[in-house]
C-alpha cells in the first residue's frame, strides 16, 4: 500500500536541532533586549526631575490641591515643571546645553539655552526665575534667545555682559 509523504514527526525534529546543533534555540542564551536609547542630556534631566521631586516631595504633598499654574511660580514647583516640560519638548534633538545671560535695559536674565547637533537653539530656560513671564520659551529656527526681549537685547556668556 501507497502512501503520500509522511510528515516528518516532531520526535524527530526536535532530536535533529536537539543533539545536531542545527535549529532551535535555546531560552537561556537570548540576549535581553537593549533599553531604549536615551541622549545623555535627556537622562541627565531626568535624573534631576527624580532628584527634585523626592527632595520637594513634602511640599508638592501640601499643595498639591493647588493651581498649577501658582504652583509652578513657586521656586520649588517651577524646579520641577521646566525640566518635565523641557524633557517632553527636546526629546531626542538636544545635543548640548549652556549656561547664558540675556542682557536688556541693564538686567541680566539668566537662562539655560538647550542646542541641537547644528548649534540652532532649541529651548530656553530662565532657571531662577518662576516669576518672570519669559521663564519658559521654545524656540524655532527663526527665533533667536534675544528677539524675546527685544531689539536691544544682547547674549551674554557672564552676568555683568
Known amino acids: 500500500m501507497l502512501r503520500g509523504p509522511r510528515a516528518p514527526s516532531a520526535l524527530a525534529d526536535y532530536n535533529q536541532n536537539r543533539f545536531t546543533g542545527y535549529g532551535g534555540s535555546d531560552i537561556h542564551l537570548v540576549p535581553p533586549q537593549a533599553p531604549p536609547k536615551v541622549s545623555p542630556l535627556i537622562a541627565r534631566l531626568q535624573e534631576e526631575l527624580e ?38 519638548d527636546l526629546g531626542d534633538r538636544a545635543a548640548s546645553v549652556r549656561d547664558t545671560f540675556v542682557i536688556h535695559r541693564g538686567e541680566s536674565y539668566g537662562h539655560r539655552l538647550f542646542l541641537d547637533r547644528q548649534g540652532q537653539q532649541l529651548l530656553a530656560v530662565q532657571p531662577g526665575s518662576p516669576a518672570s513671564p519669559l521663564r519658559y520659551a521654545r524656540l524655532s529656527a527663526t527665533t533667536d ?17
Open 145 to 161: 534667545l534675544c528677539d524675546l526681549y527685544g531689539p536691544f537685547a544682547r547674549l551674554s556668556d557672564n552676568p555683568t555682559g
Open 51 to 88: 532628584r527634585l521631586t523626592e527632595s520637594h516631595r513634602d511640599f508638592l504633598a501640601r499643595h498639591e490641591k493647588t493651581d498649577r499654574r501658582i504652583l509652578n511660580r513657586t521656586p520649588e514647583g517651577w524646579a520641577v515643571a521646566w525640566r518635565r516640560w523641557a524633557i517632553t
